[in-house]
Structure formats: structure tokens, C-alpha cells
């Protein structure tokens, strides 16, 4: 059997993040959307907000990051109290649009639970770390060593964030 195991910072932070979500309605504010992952693919009713976290985890008072969320309301009326929550894979893979890609998946979990999406840092529209790449470069072009490690470190160095902090 395989076990699961996560980091303790991202256990922490779901834990505060399902926390902030009972309807007391000041701890993370979430307001209606549409949930969309490309044109092709149908987009959703939701509620979406975001939940504020320091980019290093050791040092609470220096560079804040967003965490974007999304709540996918239950068909039922009266939900189950605790919500599904749905984590991507990865590398760089977003919750909310992956969510979007399988979503007859989650049907039936749906007809009693809300489906609560969480787009880990550096994913989606939580501070996305991606590079600019040509894809039809990529496809013709013979790219030597040399050159490939001069654009990685031009690509880190253009990241929004500061890769140590993000997995």
C-alpha cells in the first residue's frame, strides 16, 4: 500500500485554510465565479477566493504570496460539513483546472460535499512559476548544453518567486 506523506508547512496551511472556511465569513472571503481551464474545456460555477501565506514559510513577515481556492458547491442543498479537498499533482499543475478536466469523476462525491480546490504556490493563479517558452522553437531547434543551462538561469531569474520555497 502507499502512504501519503506532505510537508509539514502544507499540512499547516490546509488545515488553517479549511478552518477559515466555516461561514463566519471574516477569515477568507469567497465570492461567486466561473472556474475555467481553456477554451475547450466547459467552465463552472464556483466560489472563489484567496488565501494569503508568507512565501517562506520561516520568515512570516517577508514576501506574502496568494494561494488561489475555489469551493465547487455540493448538488445538495445541506451539505456534509467537510468539503473534498483537491490537490494536483505536479509539476506546476493547477487544482482548479485539473478539477475541471475530471470533474464527472467527483459527481457522485459532489451530490453530498462541496469541493474544496486549492492551487499550491507556484500553480495556477498561485504565483505560477513558469517559464516563456516557443513550443515551436522546442520543436526545431538543437538546443547544446551550454545554451540550455544560460536559459534556465535567465528563466529562474525571471520566476515571480523564489523557488527554494515551492515544490
Given at each position: 500500500m502507499r502512504q501519503f506523506s506532505a510537508h509539514p508547512a502544507l499540512v499547516l496551511a490546509i488545515?488553517?485554510?479549511l478552518h477559515a472556511l466555516p461561514l463566519n465569513g471574516n477569515a477568507l472571503e469567497l465570492a461567486p465565479c466561473r472556474i475555467d481551464a481553456g477554451p475547450a474545456i466547459p467552465t463552472a460555477k464556483a466560489r472563489c477566493g484567496e488565501f494569503d501565506v508568507a512565501e517562506d514559510p520561516a520568515n512570516p513577515d517577508g514576501t506574502r504570496i496568494q494561494l488561489s481556492v475555489a469551493l465547487v458547491p455540493a448538488l445538495n442543498v445541506e451539505p456534509m460539513p467537510d468539503p473534498l479537498v483537491l490537490f494536483a499533482?505536479?509539476?506546476g499543475q493547477s487544482a482548479i483546472e485539473s478539477y475541471l478536466m475530471l470533474r464527472g469523476a467527483f459527481e457522485a462525491i459532489r451530490s453530498e460535499r462541496d469541493i474544496l480546490l486549492v492551487d499550491q504556490r507556484g500553480t495556477g493563479n498561485s504565483n505560477k512559476l513558469?517559464?516563456?517558452?516557443?513550443?515551436?522553437?522546442?520543436?526545431?531547434?538543437?538546443?547544446?548544453l551550454e545554451t540550455a543551462v544560460e536559459q534556465t538561469r535567465e528563466c529562474r531569474y525571471a520566476l515571480p518567486g523564489d523557488p527554494r520555497f515551492y515544490t
Open positions: 488545515v488553517a485554510l499533482g505536479g509539476p513558469a517559464c516563456a517558452i516557443d513550443e515551436e522553437d522546442l520543436a526545431t531547434i538543437d538546443i547544446d
